[in-house]
Every structure is written in C-alpha cells, then in structure tokens.
C-alpha cells in the first residue's frame, strides 16, 4: 500500500469528517463542509483524497476552481461544476432551465433573479443525484466569481435528506467573504504538531540533521507546505549549512508565514532562465486564459513556444489540457505580485489582444491600464451590460465600479458609481451600495445620477432600514428637478417614506402640497397615489388600483414598486378587499417578471391583510413564503414584518412556541433604526399571546404599544378592547373607540364598524349591549373578515347565555365555533365549545379537515396548488423550490391527509383559491 503523502500526516480528524460527509450523502443524507485553512495547510490535498472516497463509495464527482483572476466573469465557476450535467437541463422546470440557460448565454431572456438560479442549481444536482449520489466540490470558494460562489453557499444551507455532499475550501475569511455562515458544518485545519512535523520532514529530506530540521519546524509554523518547500530548501542548500542560514539567504527571517513560503518560490523561478521567468510571470497574468492563448501572448512578446519547459521541468507549472496549472496557487500570487506594474501592463495587453472571451479581454485591457482610459470604461459598461443580461448583478457592480475609477470626468464617474450602487444592491451587496451612494453623492452633478442615486438609496432604506434621505430633503429634491414626471416620482418616495416611517404631521402636510401643485393627469396615478398616502381624505382608492395596475403591467421596471405603495394606501383607508387585490397583483406581476425581492415585500403586504381578516392559514403561508425568500435575498426589514405577521397569525392559532419563536425572529432582524410598522406588529402579536394566556393587562400594555403607527393601532385596537375590560382598563379601550369612530365615518369599512360595535356591546353593562352586538354581527356579514366576524359571534353567544337566551345563544355560539374551526384558530374554537357545552348543546361542528393542521405551512402552500390542478414542475416555479422537493411536500401532504393521489385534494382542503402565488 502506498504512504500517505506528507502533506496528510497528522489528518487524521480531518479524514474521518470527509468520510463522514461522503458516507452521509451515500445514505441520502446530505450534507455541506466548509473546509477552512490558511494557504499551505493542504486543502487541496484533503479535497482529492476526498474525491477518491468518494470514487470509492461509488460517488459521482463533480469539480470546480476559484481563481484570483476570474472573480469578475459571471457564473465562470458554476458553469464550469455544472458542465458534465448540463444535458439534464430538460428536466428542469422552464423557468427554472431557462435561468441557468441565461446565466450560461445558451439562450436570450430576461436576467434571471439569483434565487431563481440557486434553486435551478438545486435542481440540476438532485436530478443528477436520483441515479447515483453525488459528491461537489468547490475548491478555493475564496476566489469563486461572485454569482457562482452565492449559488453555491445557496446551495450549501439546503441539502438535507438528499443523497448530495458538498465540499469546499477557503482561506480564513480576511479579506474575503465569509461563507461559512452558509455551511451547515465547518472545519478549520490547524496547524501540525511537532511530532507530525518531524514525520513530514523524515519523509521529505531525511538527511537533514536535528539543528536543521528543529530550525525547519520553527519557520514551518505547523504549515505542510512550508514544511515541504523550507525542508527541501534546506536539503538542497548543502550538509554544511544550518536551514536558518539558508532561509537567512533568500529573505525569510521576520516577514508572514505566507511570505517565506512565497518568497522560497521565488527563490525558485530565480533559478529560471530569464526568458522562462517572463514566460511565468505572463501565465501568472493569464491565469484565467486557455494554454493557446498564453502561447499566442507570448509570441506577441517575443518568447518562443519552448519558454515554459524550464518552468515545466522545475515542477513550478504544468499543463493539464487546455490550461497552466500551477504548482500551488502560492507560485502565481508570489510571481505575479512580484512583477512590476508596468510589466504586468503590458502582458495584460499583450493578454487582451489574444483573449478569445470578449468579456476577458476587457478585464485584460482595464488591468492594463495604469490611468484614465475613457475607451476601455466604455468596454467595461459594455461587459457590465451582459453580466447584468446573464444575471451576474455582482460582476456587472465590479465592472461599473471599475469604469468609475477610469474615468477622468466627475460626471461620468459618478454616473458610473451610482449604476455601480443600484447593481450591488439589486445583488443584495446593502453595504458595498451604501459605501458607492456615498462616494458617488461627492461627485454627482446632473439630473439624471441624483436621481438614479436617490431611487437606489430611497429603496435601500425601505427595504434595509438603511438610513437617507427624508420626506423633507426628497421635497427639496423634487423642486428642483425641471421634469414633471420625474418630481411626482420622487414625491411618491417621500409619500412612501412619510407613511412608512410614520412623519409628523408638518411633514405630511409639506408632502401633501408639493402633491397638490403637481399637475392633475388622469392617466397617471402618480400624483393620486401619492395624495392618498399622505391625505387621509384622499377617496376612489379601488380606482388608482385598476388604473395602477395596468399601467405596472406596461412598464414594470419603472413603476412596480408604487403598487406596493397603493396597497398600503388602501390599508389605510381600511379598505382591506382592495387592499389584498393589490397585494395579489403585485405578487403575481413581480412574480412573472423576476423581481423575486419585490415579490417578497408584495407576499409581506398579504401576510398581513390575510391576518387581519383572518385568513389564517394563507397568513402563515404568505408570510414564511416571504420569509424565506428574505433569508436569501438579505431583506432583514421585509423579513422582520413578516415575522411579525406571522407570530400574530399563529398566536390566534394557538401555536404558542411557534409564535414566540417569530417574535423572537422580529427582534433578532430589527436594526438599530427601529421601523414603526415592524414594532407595532409585533406588539400586536405579543399582545394576543398574552392575551391567550389570560394575562389581561399585558394584552393591554402589549396592543397599547402599537400605537407608534396609527395603520396598524387602528386594528389592532380591536383586539385590546376585551382584556382592558377583563383587566378594568376600560378607560384605554375608550381611547380607541374614539379614533376608530373617526376612522369608520371617513371610510365607511364594515369591517371597522364591526369591531366598533363589538367594543362597545363589550363596554355596555345593561340590556343595550345586545343591540350593539346584532348590529356588529350585521356589519360583518358584508365583510370577508371572517376571524372577527366569528369572535363577534362568540362575544354575542356568551352575553346571550348570561342573560339564559340559551336558543339564541347556540345559534350564534354555533355560528362562531363554524368559524373557527375552518381556520384552524384553536383557543378560540375551544372557548366557543366550552360555551356551546354550558347551553347543553351536543352538535359538533363540520368544515375544516383536522388533518390539515398537521401539515407545515410549505407543504400546506404545495397542496393547495396541486389542488387546483398544477405540475409539481410548476409548483416548484411558483415557489422556488426543486421539483423533487415540491414532490417530497406533496409525498408527506398524501400520507397526513390519507389521500391517494392529487384528484383528491380539492375535497380534502377545500375549494382553492387562486392566488397568484
């Protein structure tokens, strides 16, 4: 049997976690190990012996590289570990197929979002997987381009029961980006100790004395590479001379581990013929180039073809098919930040010229160039322009950042950082844009870059929390601006900005004239969405909505988001039926036209209207829907209100642990700039569960709390009426008895009027509460809230058997435990049951499947869908998952629901509604 390579001494743990990861993956239980080492601690030959476990288990491989010199060529490195199963494509979902497609420049379309092509990926490898497992890995993830590297930590966190491991390697995160907390399992390579170092240097230079081998092992550090090239140093520096002195002689004394390791390289190609070290240094530069084309480059230089065989037979490159490999990633680094700028200039050039890739020979051409180079910006906005067609938005921030620091004119310079900034925040880079919106806001002088700056920052701070500009200055910014147009889009932002943050009065009202002044066009809703966000007058909101919508649907870049903006305007208006056909369309118009981000503030929005009418288990799927997608587009703001949603929607459950476990998600994403909207939702969540828990004046306390903004107070108010007369707080519960009267004449909501009525039978000591009660339950009748509707019911029921109505009292207790049970709100149907039980009533009620509350959320959403009559591959395009996954959901969903095949469903859940997503 062959000895272990010495780099491998001393791996034993190392070994046995590889093994691990590769038995679990034969097992179907799959896995991601994140490998982490710092250079020359044998990452590298960790990852092959893995391979050969794994060839060995009868694991299929595939394989990619990072590499310093292809960060900012979009998708270089997935497409290079997906090539060998890319003729599986045709089993992937279409949109799914034709985002890799896209990403790869098979085929022309829309970019695809980044969520789309991780879960493609996903994809790609189970259906690779269903035959054999299969092992990935990802050498040097640190140097990955950017896009390929975030599909592959996608990938990475989401692998669990499949047959499917994952390895990759990186250096410690300094100065690259840290990836591990992607990894399900991380391992970092220590270094050796010194008797395993000992074992190193027996095998590698046996003839070293003890002086030179103990002065090897204390410049090596416990570095196996160090060890190797300090110890065959030594070997070879003569019997004479202690490895000290040789180390003495080449510069190693008092410099980084790293760099005594690269500096014996040096030493290395110093030894070369000077034609071969150019012929080094030009390889170095042309790392991410094919052999041929080095060649070309060369001669370009005049070095012959025979240039490299001195490099070759020194062992310093080989040639492994069509490209230079070096002999460890050190040798390049060390040769290439060895040569001189203007050496290095000129190979790029000389690079540039033969690279067949257009998109190479651009980064060629701009790492050529030692100024401002008008010409080449422009090539790099053109090579940004087809990141951005293949959905590279990180490559396509890298070249706009690149052209900027091209370019000689303040104007130009900062057109470029702003297209940088949007890019990088469309990419999910908030802080990278926030850094670029600020380096391009010292420069920028026309128009057009203030307000493509303002827009990027406008969203950053919707969506992050990030901090920018307020209603105010966006005021300013709008007056200044010579365009119509351009002025009512910015007001919009500071309408937006005015409700969501909640402003003061004085600043709403600045909003509201600036509005005022702005010409009245019918056909643009701008001016009359703007209006109704900031004037609580504002009336024919289910009118902006149908105009609204078409005219997104005609020009959805530019004017999604203000549906976002009109759905809230309903809201407030509290008109929830339009409020949620808002919702609806924009998760179905953000959805059909790849804005995965937007999408998930739009499944946010419905979250919450679905809460509030009680639409239970469409809350929880709307909104850990939006979850998820938040997690992996970095949304922490989006997210946090969708926890909040959440939490209220299972504490009316009764889902007590789960509900905590949101609130517990809300504080945990929250920043340090607090957002009005996302505290009162969740103080309205912590309200009910206290609430359930029969702490009556924490409830009260609790929905108190939500009056930080006045949308979310004005429902939830409703909710604080009954434990402040439990708790003899009744006085607050007057308090928003007031301001919902003001809010129900101004809108005329049934809804509102309900719960108006509701409160005050509850406030109501005598015989005239029942008037209050039949009118509340009158009201709600012509409402689609059917939570209140039933709670109503249920307050009318009990006050009917005090009063020994028993007849009455059933109908309406009956009436309410209906109504619960079909959603699902279970501390509430037992309360309904325990008053139906004192009027000596036996009917049980019908409707929901019990069944149903043992499905997850996910697999509640799956089935619904198949339900009303999709593929699973549809499924799967509908809410990002793998076809295998959807198939996995619906496989648990038959087994929980006793059902067959997917015919049966619509009996079992219901009749589906469809609804966009």
Known sequence: MPQDPPSLIGRDQEIAALAGLVGAAAGTSGSALLLVGEPGMGKTALAGLARGIARDSGLQTLLCHGGAATEGIGFAGLHELLHPVLNLLGRLPERQRSALGVAFGFEDGPPADPLVIGVATLGLLEEAAAGRPLFVVV???????????????FVASRLRDTPIALLATTRPVTPHADHAPSFPEQLRIEPLGRDDARRVLARIAPELRVRERDHVIAQAQGNPLALTELGATAATSGRGTVASDAGAAIGLESVSLTSRIERVFLADVATLPERAQRAVA??????????????????QLGLPADAFDAAERAGLVRVDGDKIVFRHPLVRSA????????????????????ARDGTLATWHRAAATLGWDEGVARELEEAADRATRQGARREAARAWHRAAELSSEPPARARRLARAAELSRQAGLTTVAGTLIDEAGRLVQDEATVLTLARSEWLLQMTTGRGGRGPDALVDLAASSDSSDARAEVLVWAATSCFVLQEPPAVRERVHRALLAQPDDPQDPLRRVGLALVDPTARDIGD???????????????????LSCLAFVAEERADLAVARTCWTSAVTLFHGSGRVSDEAVALCGRASVHATLGHLDEAVEDAEQSLRLCDALDLPVVAANAAAHLARARANRGEVAHAEKALELVAALSGPERVARVDAGASWAAGLLAAVDHRYADAVDAIARTRVNAPVALWAGADLVEPAVRADRTPEAQVWLESAQAAAETTGSEHLRMLLERARGLLTEDDGAAEHFARAVEHGTRTDAVL????????????????????????ELQSALDGFVAQGAQPWAERARVELRATGATSAPGGRNPSLDQLTAQELHVARLAAQGMSNAEIADQVYLSRRTVGAHLHRAFAKLQVAHRGQLA???????????
């Open 139 to 153: 050498e040097d993830l640190h140097w990955l381009d950017p896009s390929s590297a975030a599909v592959v930590t």
């Open 282 to 299: 030009l390889a170095a530069a042309g790392d991410d180039l094919g052999y041929r084309e080095v060649l070309d480059a060369a001669a």
């Open 335 to 354: 040769v290439y930040e060895s040569t001189g700028a203007t050496t290095r200039s000129t190979f790029h050039r000389a690079l540039a010229d033969v």
């Open 544 to 562: 902006v909505a149908e105009l609204m919508t078409s005219w997104s649907e005609r020009s959805v870049d530019s004017n999604a988001p203000v």
């Open 788 to 811: 209140d509707l039933a709670r109503t019911r249920l307050a009318y029921g009990e006050w009917l058997r005090r009063r020994r109505r028993v007849v009455d009292a059933r109908a």
């Open 907 to 917: 009996a079992v859940i219901g009749a589906p509604e469809a609804s966009g997503v």
